[in-house]
């Protein structure tokens, strides 16, 4: 299972993000956890910019929308390692 937390999910850009979560999620037919985290908690977790994807911890895009392209290029790294 992949966990993943978007941080500023409640701006549309972080609603972008999580249609291209979810794009990939039936693509790959794999289970994927999403944790929405509204973006005036962004200080509790150091971020400066909004949206933020972190994905098992690891900030991987962040000010901007991570296309689902490159989400699948992330995951099946992830999946072959």
Known sequence: MFNFKIIGADCS?????????????????IPISIEKVNSKEKEKYGIKV?????????????????????????IKEKLEA
Do not use: A
Not at 13 to 29: A, C, D, P, S, W
């Open 13 to 29: 850009n972080g609603m972008k993000i999580l249609k291209n979560i979810y794009k990939v999620e039936r693509e790959f037919e």
């Open 50 to 74: 909004i949206p933020t994807l972190i994905l098992e911890g690891q900030v991987i895009s962040s000010g901007n929308v991570i296309t689902d392209r490159e989400l699948k290029n992330i």
